[in-house]
């Protein structure tokens, strides 16, 4: 008898997605050229659950039912390209390959071409939850060929998370759409993970807050509103105690980000594309910033900061704090979906912004009772450029920008390294300008080099004589 899936790449994710699908009542066959991975999948297959695990390649394939629906779940990059190119040789026309790692768009568009051409299919998917939300119930962002998602389409659903019953996955486009929102999605993580942690820095400097008032903070965040998995972890991080020393682990922890790639490569798109998404490039920016810890010692030394002057009202201060986290956040979120639209203009990927806010409703790392607020947004108006040009969401805004503003004042005054907070601001301040100075900077490009501007009270190109031809 033959098995209905089968998965390539047997780490944590892998395996935990494969259970999860073995769960749902499919049988389930596992890849990994890592005997140990293979045996340690057999080890954990759940009662009543149909798995089997492999390390002969063919001997995968050829236990697969036709056509053969085959998930990748390897590290972005090589290893895909390497897997394909080992794997294409034994499969048959119609078999269905989807690379469900958090690939580069570009590299999907081009296997998807390589793959058609014999005559199989080839589909790019976003998975987000980590690897709780791989084993239980992730958000997943497929895309590609229509005829291949049809085949997969049931299965995903049940896997998925919910929310209200409803599942949190559906078809995000054509081409390479799947990875390109995975990638936004990632681009937005990083935004709110920067504002989550600035705001940390300024209620421990700016309040004394310790971690316990800190974990208090964050619960009572987590209760209204705010309520996201992010700010959830960061609750629960906070009364993390350290194994190794007798505070807690969070204090411990090296101030330098690593990153894998995703954040940076939606700031190089939104530049290649022309939207402006401030607020990631800023979270990007942040972490490579951080590592640059020995240089940081050194100038901190050389440019001693006065000390932070405490907030008067401790109670207030930690309440505009949160309301410019929400704000910001509900910022980076609308920059990262500013640049969904743009992207599936350009690439024709026909994306459904009020799903792509649907399915992140739940399962994902950006998952926050906000999206319910942008899935209502979506619904009303399916076209809608920017978020913040909703009339309800407009309202939220307008009631949390006094705070936005003086958390971001307090920052600069004090000193303490605000940037995606000042971005979020900045980037809201400039969208909703009518008119910004960009008319002299439109002069001093025609002024040395000719480059012509437009007029506000005619039609037309011009170009002037600037200080008589003395240029
Ligand atoms: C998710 C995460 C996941 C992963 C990121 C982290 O949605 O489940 O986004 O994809 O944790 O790749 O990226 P960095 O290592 O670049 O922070």
Redesign the pocket.
């Known amino acids: 008898e033959k098995y209905n899936y089968g998965v390539v790449g047997l780490g944590v994710m892998g395996r935990n997605l494969l259970y999860n699908i073995a769960d749902n009542g499919f049988s389930v066959a596992g890849f990994d050229l890592d005997e140990e991975k293979v045996i340690e999948l057999k080890n954990g297959v759940a009662e009543g659950t149909k798995v089997i695990g492999s390390v002969s390649l063919e001997e995968f394939v050829i236990g697969l039912d036709i056509p053969r629906k085959i998930i990748l779940m390897v590290p972005a990059g090589k290893p895909v390209d390497a897997v394909l190119e080992s794997i294409t040789p034994f499969l048959t026309p119609k078999d269905v390959v989807i690379d469900a790692g ?1 690939s580069y768009f570009k590299d999907t568009e081009r296997r998807i071409a390589d793959l058609t051409s014999k005559n199989l299919h080839f589909m790019g998917m ?5 690897e709780q ?1 791989a084993r239980r119930g ?2 997943i962002m497929p895309g590609g060929d229509l005829e291949a998602f049809n085949l997969v389409k049931p299965m995903l659903e049940v896997i998925s998370a919910k929310i209200n019953g409803e599942p949190c996955t559906a078809y995000m486009g054509k081409g390479a759409a799947g990875n390109y929102v ?1 990638m936004v ?2 681009g937005i ?2 935004a709110i ?1 920067q504002l989550i942690s600035e705001a940390y820095d300024l209620l421990r400097k700016g309040a004394n807050l310790n971690n316990g008032q800190l974990y208090e903070v964050f619960k009572k965040w987590n209760k209204g509103e705010m309520n996201s998995f992010l700010i959830e972890i960061t609750r629960d991080i906070f009364k993390q105690k350290d194994d190794l020393t007798d505070g807690f682990l969070v204090d411990q922890i090296l101030d330098k ?7 940076k490569w939606t700031s190089e798109q939104a530049m290649e594309i022309g939207v402006s998404i401030p607020t990631i490039d800023i979270a990007v920016t942040s ?1 490579i910033l951080s590592a640059y810890k020995e240089e940081r010692v050194q100038a901190s030394q050389l440019y001693t900061k006065d000390e932070v002057g405490t907030t008067e009202n401790t109670e207030l201060f930690i309440k505009e704090v949160g309301d410019a986290l929400y704000l910001a956040t509900l910022i980076s979120y609308a920059q990262g979906l500013a640049l969904l639209v743009k992207a599936s203009e350009e690439y024709q990927f026909e994306t459904p912004l009020k799903d792509v806010v649907k399915i992140w409703r739940g399962g ?3 998952r926050s009772v906000l999206l319910e607020k942008f899935y209502s947004a979506y619904t009303e108006n399916p076209n809608l450029t920017n978020i913040l040009l909703n009339k309800e969401i407009s309202e939220i805004v307008k009631s949390k920008i006094k705070p936005l503003r003086n958390t971001a004042s307090f920052a600069v005054s004090n000193g303490i390294p605000s940037l995606g907070i000042q971005t979020a601001l900045g980037y809201f301040d400039a969208y909703t300008t009518e008119s910004l100075p960009v008319n002299l900077l439109q002069a001093q490009r025609d002024y040395f080099g000719a480059h012509t501007y437009q007029r506000v009270d005619r039609e037309g190109v011009f170009h002037a004589f600037w200080n008589n031809g003395n240029n």
């Not at 976003?126 to 980590?130: A, M, P, Q, T, Y």
């Not at 980000?257 to 954040?263: E, H, L, V």
């Open positions: 958090n976003g998975v987000s939850g980590g939300g992730p958000s995975k999605h990632n993580e990083y993970m980000a690593g990153a894998k790639g995703t954040g972490r994902c790392i950006i």
